[in-house]
């Protein structure tokens, strides 16, 4: 039952403890775990006293376990009142009795956490800022632009009240309502006919660009004239081409998944800790008569920290300002700062873009083999499945995005 449960608990701490027999002094389940910590961590009394004085590196785990773990006002008054065999203590005892001889020792182990943690911390926000602009120029990306196109162009034309028209309407998050546009059939969307209008494009223009380079021949034909349309071909070229997407706007994925609220809070934080670790340095420290390697590492260690943080936080206001500015770029001026949710906006759209993609390309299969089967020739000159679905909108082809690089 509970009762033997609890005992067998009580059993398992009583063989972490590295010496029940040991005067404790502080809370058991406190002692267990600060002893267990050290054990593994392979450190000894004289090594945290060594870093606590001549400012030493320890690990970032040890640092934090002690400050969780800190001695309350009761056992920190036992821990002083001691005077019994030094040895008697177990080793959590021993570690904690150490730091009540130390001035300042917690205040010194906080620096010491801020001095080992600095550099990690900051290298990550660095590699986020650096994503973040990134990101932000991914969605000036070509295809990317030109599928907003399309998207407002088709949207117009069939006005069916989902797209209000005109650029300044347009929003972002229209994309992701594109397949809940049908067709005729009930399930062929909106998405699955832009993606066959750029596709076609796309291929062209990709053609296009081999034969001026010299990269390939697609077709027999004249390589000075135009570029003659095959239209299975080109959609194959063409579907490549925009399922490619994904790939080119990957930092914008990523930088969905971050809180940009976060972010600028991680700033402030490492801010904080300078502040405090200067405070320490200029006041606290100030007060005693000590010159050893500790106050140096300290001193060093603040100007050093003092540059990044600066750094840090003109970089989050530039990346701040970068981020509204292409905001405003999509969604115009009234719009509300809402943090990372443009991108989240276009990483769900990929997504879906990736899903359209595949069924077009089932979809462009299935018709080509139809096409072979039944002798009907060239499949350019037949509707796209797509096209069928949406009849609406073909007496206002996308020309004008056909013959647009």
Do not use: W
């Not at 005077?83 to 570690?95: K, N």
């Not at 570029?227 to 063409?238: A, C, M, P, R, T």
């Amino acid at each position: 039952g509970a009762g033997n449960r609890n005992k067998t608990k009580d059993k398992e701490l009583a063989m972490a403890d590295p010496s029940p027999q040991h005067v404790s002094l502080l809370d058991f389940k406190k002692s267990c775990n600060l002893a267990v910590v050290f054990k593994a961590m392979n450190v000894s009394v004289e090594d945290i006293q060594d870093a606590l004085i001549e400012g030493n590196e320890l690990p970032r785990l040890l640092l934090e376990t002690i400050l969780r773990m800190k001695p309350n006002d009761e056992e920190e008054l036992k821990l002083r009142l001691y005077d019994g065999d030094y040895s008697q203590l177990g080793l959590a005892e021993q570690v904690m009795k150490a730091l009540t001889d130390i001035p300042f020792a917690y205040k010194r182990i906080s620096a010491l956490l801020f001095m080992s943690s600095l550099q990690e911390d900051a290298s990550s926000l660095r590699d986020s800022f650096l994503q973040l602009e990134a990101a932000c120029g991914e969605l000036k990306h070509r295809l990317f632009l030109k599928l907003l196109e399309a998207v407002l162009k088709t949207g117009n034309r069939l006005n069916d009240g989902t797209f209000r028209g005109g650029a300044n309407a347009f929003k972002l998050d229209t994309l992701l309502k594109l397949s809940d546009v049908k067709g005729a059939d009930g399930k062929t969307t909106l998405l699955h006919f832009v993606v066959q209008e750029i596709i076609r494009s796309e291929g062209v223009r990709e053609a296009r660009l081999a034969m001026e380079s010299g990269r390939s021949q697609p077709s027999g034909d004249d390589l000075n004239g135009p570029v003659q349309e095959d239209g299975e071909y080109y959609s194959k070229l063409g579907l490549k081409i925009v399922s490619g997407l994904s790939s080119e706007l990957v930092n914008a994925k990523n930088i969905a998944a971050l809180d940009a609220d976060a972010l600028s809070a991680s700033v402030l934080q490492l801010r904080r800790e300078l502040l405090n670790a200067k405070e320490f340095l200029n006041s606290d420290m100030a007060t005693i008569d000590e010159n050893g390697g500790f106050h140096r590492s300290l001193v060093r260690f603040v100007e050093d920290a003092e540059n990044e943080t600066n750094f840090l936080l003109k970089e989050e206001k530039r990346l701040r300002s970068l981020v509204k500015k292409t905001i405003r770029y999509f969604h115009g001026n009234d719009v509300k700062d809402d943090g990372f949710s443009l991108f989240v906006i276009v990483r769900d759209f990929l997504v879906m873009l990736d899903k359209a993609c595949k069924e077009v390309g089932a979809s462009q299969k299935k018709a080509a083999s139809q096409s072979r089967s039944s002798g009907s020739g060239n499949s350019a000159s037949q509707l796209n499945p797509q096209e069928k679905q949406f009849p609406a909108v073909l007496d206002d082809h996308l020309d004008s995005s056909d013959s647009n690089d």
